[in-house]
């Protein structure tokens, strides 16, 4: 026994399914079946119930687990400050983020983070939140920024910021839509939203359903810059948070117009979500703290000032 199949009995024990295990630990499955195999044989007990649902641990199991999880966690500890005493931080981070940050404070945030830690490589992902949500649950991304989710997904959920979902409009097409309306008002108008698998139309979706008020897309894409476009050169709206707006502004050049609704004002969360099982190395960790840091400056910079460029984060 060595600790390479400690550290796979416990991944095992955790996840309850190989393939989680085998992508959290990075390796292929038959080699994670051979050696938690190994292991029985050399303990001489079983350890795990196998069945189509999953690996299931035996008595055996948590008796194992529970003397060896301590000692993992430990040695996940003491190779950490080995690392911080070592002096530059080094290894690979893969983190995951929602469509809306890739285009916000990323940018400067990256260039600085890699000028000051030359050893550390990166990993991005956008995509939705369901799916990133798995990705880091099964050990694929170290953490993620996500809005946060509506069911129960096992991970540390950090509140990061709140931010308030407005109605959007063209400045090039006159509509004569207030700055402050309520939706009866636009309940005739011409909608592009999200596709209904989309983390900001699922939000949307519930805040309208209690006053009542339903939308039926004349077009439905996950494109924010898609959007954007269309609805700036048409008679369209749609629904953003409002940093979106001021990013799309500076950033590409896409100036909309914002309406606060009067009633049943939405706001999206977002969250920064970790894997509890899985302790941060200590180069995610600085950046997780970094890019938390720039969201938050981001956002207090545009409710202190909305018509201000975006500061950089540097």
């Not at 999953?54 to 430990?74: K, L, Q, Y």
């Not at 900001?200 to 339903?214: D, E, V």
């Not at 009067?262 to 950046?287: G, Q």
């Amino acid at each position: 026994m060595d600790l390479k199949q400690i550290q796979y009995f416990v991944a095992l024990y955790e996840e309850q399914s190989v393939t989680r295990a085998a992508q959290r630990l990075n390796i292929v499955q038959p080699a994670l079946s051979m050696q938690i195999a190994k292991l029985e044989r050399d303990v001489g007990r079983q350890l795990f119930r196998r069945s189509a649902r999953g690996m299931t641990p035996t008595p055996a199991g948590d008796e194992m687990h529970a003397t060896f999880a301590p000692i993992v966690s430990a040695f996940t500890t003491a190779r950490a400050k080995v690392v911080r005493s070592g002096g530059q931080l080094s290894g690979h981070v893969q983190v995951g983020v929602v469509a809306s940050l890739g285009h916000s404070v990323l940018p400067n945030t990256l260039i600085q983070f890699m000028a000051e830690h030359p050893r550390v490589t990166l990993s991005f992902t956008e995509g939705l939140t369901e799916t990133i949500s798995e990705s880091v649950a099964n050990g694929q991304l170290d953490l993620a920024f996500i809005n946060r989710p509506t069911r129960p997904t096992g991970l540390a959920i950090e509140h990061v910021i709140q931010e308030e979902v407005v109605l959007v409009s063209s400045h090039n097409t006159p509509m004569n839509i207030a700055d402050r309306i309520g939706l009866d008002e636009v309940k005739d108008r011409s909608f592009i939203m999200p596709t209904k698998s989309h983390g900001l139309r699922q939000l949307i979706a519930r805040a309208l359903s209690k006053s009542n008020f339903s939308i039926i897309p004349v077009l439905e894409i996950d494109s924010f810059i898609a959007i954007a476009t269309l609805v700036n050169e048409g008679p369209y709206l749609t629904f953003f948070p409002e940093d979106i707006v001021r990013n799309l502004k500076y950033r590409a050049s896409i100036d909309l117009r914002t309406h606060h609704l009067i009633e049943h004002a939405m706001h999206r969360e977002i969250v920064c979500a970790t894997n509890p099982r899985r302790p941060l190395s200590p180069a995610a960790e600085k950046l997780s703290t970094a890019l938390i840091s720039a969201i938050c400056k981001a956002h207090a910079s545009i409710q202190a000032n909305p018509d201000a460029r975006p500061a950089s984060t540097s």
